[in-house]
């Protein structure tokens, strides 16, 4: 399921973020950087098609648009943003905040996975 794969990328994502809590060692740095990195490749490999696929038949082009438009807004203000948490709140609200938010991504598409069987084929 495409939709799950991109939730469990996204949740890798805040997972290594969220590891950053306590590094202890550089060795927990580096494995915080691969649980990233592999979040990236499965949530990054399949969300464009995600979108594209369930964009209306007449309205595919404007639905990728919007989502490349939300991924460019997210590298400018992402940093500023992220820097911002960091100087005011302290790094640990920053990488907490970001595996909350990878936990919510995963829990949401487990919700689009079962509402999903529910339904049934069409």
């Not at 991924?71 to 943003?81: D, E, F, I, N, Q």
Request: aromatic share 8%; proline share 3%; hydrophobic share 50%.
């Amino acid at each position: 399921n495409k939709i799950l794969l991109c939730g469990s990328g996204a949740f890798l994502m805040g997972a290594g973020m969220a590891m950053l809590l306590c590094p202890d060692s550089l060795l927990l740095v580096i494995a915080a950087a691969i649980v990233y990195t592999i979040g990236e490749m499965l949530f990054f490999a399949v969300a464009q098609l995600v979108v594209y696929e369930h964009g209306g038949h007449q309205a595919k082009g404007r639905h990728l648009g919007a989502f490349k438009s939300t991924y460019a807004l997210g590298c400018v203000l992402g940093p500023l943003l992220a820097g911002t948490f960091y100087q005011q709140l302290g790094p640990s609200i920053l990488w907490g905040l970001s595996g909350l938010i990878g936990v919510v991504c995963l829990a949401g598409a487990l919700v689009l996975k079962k509402q999903e069987r529910n339904e049934g084929p069409a």
